[in-house]
């Protein structure tokens, strides 16, 4: 089930006679509950924050990279999550995924107003990450990047890949991930999700020189 909240901010009730009210201005908000018979999780997002989080979905490795996309994202970011832990985490971070795809969904409504793309070229010690994104409506994910499977705590390291696919395609995301070089695996899937975060702040922008949406077909 999902529940989205569009609220609006006033410009204020005091006004000067004569004085043209500011337009209401919609939040860019969304809440999502996801139940399945494997996992549980419920998320609350604002495009338009500043980085606060609350993030806790039993995967401690994940929670790290989640709390680092709020804050370099610029997004504020509530996630709790229980799932089939005694599995593994594949359930778990997929999920998150999902859920994250689908909260990014809702808050961009139609889109209106937004710079569309992002990228970034994110150096974490020896690693270097490219990311690139499109809030295009078609679904892709090309994610080039060798990950030597190992767990991180209890995060199984393959997981970074079907996480962003899971983002990508519940979200209508084109997002391209390359990893050019790099040894450290926590520093690999770190820089992934700095990347991440920093293009997808980029490309939710509202931009005012965008009249309705960024796409000469009208639509995305």
Excluded: W
């Excluded at 610029?74 to 909260?103: I, N, R, Y």
């Excluded at 808050?107 to 020896?126: F, S």
């Excluded at 770190?190 to 796409?215: I, N, P, Y």
């Amino acid at each position: 089930m999902v529940r989205t909240k569009t609220l609006t901010k006033s410009a204020g009730t005091n006004h000067k006679p004569g004085r043209k009210r500011k337009p209401a201005v919609a939040a860019r908000v969304a809440e999502i509950k996801r139940t399945t018979a494997e996992t549980s999780v419920q998320l609350k997002l604002n495009l338009d924050g500043s980085g606060k989080h609350k993030i806790a979905t039993g995967v401690g490795f994940l929670d790290h990279m989640l709390v680092l996309l709020a804050r370099h994202g610029f997004v504020d970011l509530e996630m709790q999550a229980q799932g089939d832990l005694e599995v593994d985490s594949h359930h778990t971070v997929e999920d998150c995924g999902l859920a994250l795809g689908q909260a990014l969904k809702q808050a961009l409504g139609d889109k209106t107003g937004i710079h569309r793309y992002g990228e970034a070229l994110i150096p974490m010690d020896e690693t270097l990450v490219q990311v690139a994104l499109d809030f295009s409506g078609r679904p892709f994910l090309v994610f080039h990047a060798e990950i030597p499977k190992l767990k991180l705590g209890n995060f199984d390291t393959e997981m970074a890949e079907e996480f962003f696919r899971a983002v990508a395609m519940e979200s209508g995301l084109t997002l391209h991930i390359n990893v050019l070089y790099g040894s450290n695996v926590h520093h690999l899937i770190e820089g992934m999700f700095k990347a991440f975060a920093r293009a997808l702040a980029q490309a939710v922008a509202m931009d005012s020189r965008v009249h309705g949406v960024m796409s000469s077909k009208g639509t995305l």
